[in-house]
């Protein structure tokens, strides 16, 4: 059996090492890069988070506002129907005593016409 020589030994466990060394470097470096990415994508996320809620807070407001528009509009309808409903009951009685008078002039018309005729008649009969 062949004894390898003890600097020969060296050479390969200090190659080992080395490379341990290498790869060990390497895996820090990729586990700092990654934390690095890490930390950037957990600020990332907190600001996107953040817009989120303005976001939000933004559409709240803005419903609130159209709301709040509507409430307005539709009191603003309110008063127009209650104005509309009122002028309407006004016209109503209008109408109904202009018919009562014309039914008056009528009857009085009615009446003169006869007085008329009567008169009339009443000459012819001299």
Known sequence: MLRASPRYKRAVIGS????????????REKITSTEALCD???EEN????????DLQQ?????????????IEEFRELQRELEQNAK???????KLRKAERIKEETDAEKL?????????LFAKLLQ
Do not use: G, P, W
């Not at 907190?46 to 809620?53: F, I, P, T, Y």
């Not at 933004?58 to 509507?70: A, F, G, L, S």
């Open 58 to 70: 933004e559409i709240e407001e803005m419903q609130d506002q159209y709301r709040e528009e509507e």
């Open 87 to 93: 002028n309407c009951r006004i016209l109503q009685f």
């Open 16 to 27: 080992h090492e080395t490379t341990y060394a290498n790869s060990d470097a390497k895996l």
């Open 111 to 119: 009446q003169l016409q006869s007085k008329l005729n009567v008169s």
């Open 40 to 42: 950037e994508l957990m």
């Open 46 to 53: 907190e600001s996107l988070k953040a817009e989120v809620r």
